[in-house]
């Protein structure tokens, strides 16, 4: 992560719980730098005001709010705002083991998560699940009240932004997989 001085004063907030053992939540207002990021979790960036390039390998996409960026664990991205106008975002960083329970729980177990997209325009219903679980999220709140926010939020994100290896991607997603389970042998 770079920076560039600027009259905006930038507030970034990084959030865990104890009751939510692999999600971290990072919220960015106004925030008007460039971006360097690779984590070893799964993402999902919601941006609120925020407006830019995001690219990710030889890919870029335009970030704007009514999207959210996906990204996989390890995989680099750099994201500058446009016109270097401050902007606001969330992000929830989910631990791959996290992940795996969770699909776990809809009898998926052994699945092997991707996004569905990389950039992927929200519905006003899974727009409104993440403005509700990042406002609601407070590490201070009870245990129970985060848990139902998060179990509430992953059924959004599996249901509206995850596709698991079982289910058919593209055409060359067959190979892929054939790929990936020689390697496993």
């Not at 996906?70 to 995989?75: A, K, Q, T």
């Not at 969770?102 to 950039?119: A, C, H, Q, T, Y």
């Amino acid at each position: 992560m770079s920076s560039r001085p600027s009259a905006v004063t930038e507030v970034v907030g990084f959030h865990r719980a104890a009751a939510l053992p692999g999600i971290e939540v990072v919220d960015a207002v106004n925030s008007p730098r460039e971006w360097r990021v690779a984590t070893p979790n799964f993402s999902v960036v919601v941006f609120r005001t925020w407006r830019g390039p995001v690219r990710v390998g030889a890919r870029t996409y335009l970030g704007e709010p009514g999207l959210a960026f996906c990204n996989m664990p390890g995989v680099a991205m750099v994201a500058r705002p446009e016109g270097d106008r401050a902007g606001s975002f969330n992000v929830i960083e989910v631990a791959s083991e996290v992940i795996g329970d969770w699909l776990g729980e809809r009898g998926m177990r052994g699945s092997r998560p991707e996004w569905s997209e990389v950039m992927k325009r929200l519905s006003p219903e899974l727009c409104l699940r993440f403005a509700h679980f990042f406002d609601s999220f407070d590490a201070h709140e009870s245990p129970l009240r985060l848990q139902s926010e998060a179990i509430q939020l992953s059924e959004s994100i599996i249901g509206g932004l995850l596709i698991s290896t079982g289910e058919r991607r593209s055409a060359e997603a067959p190979a892929l997989r054939g790929t990936a389970r020689m390697r496993e042998c």
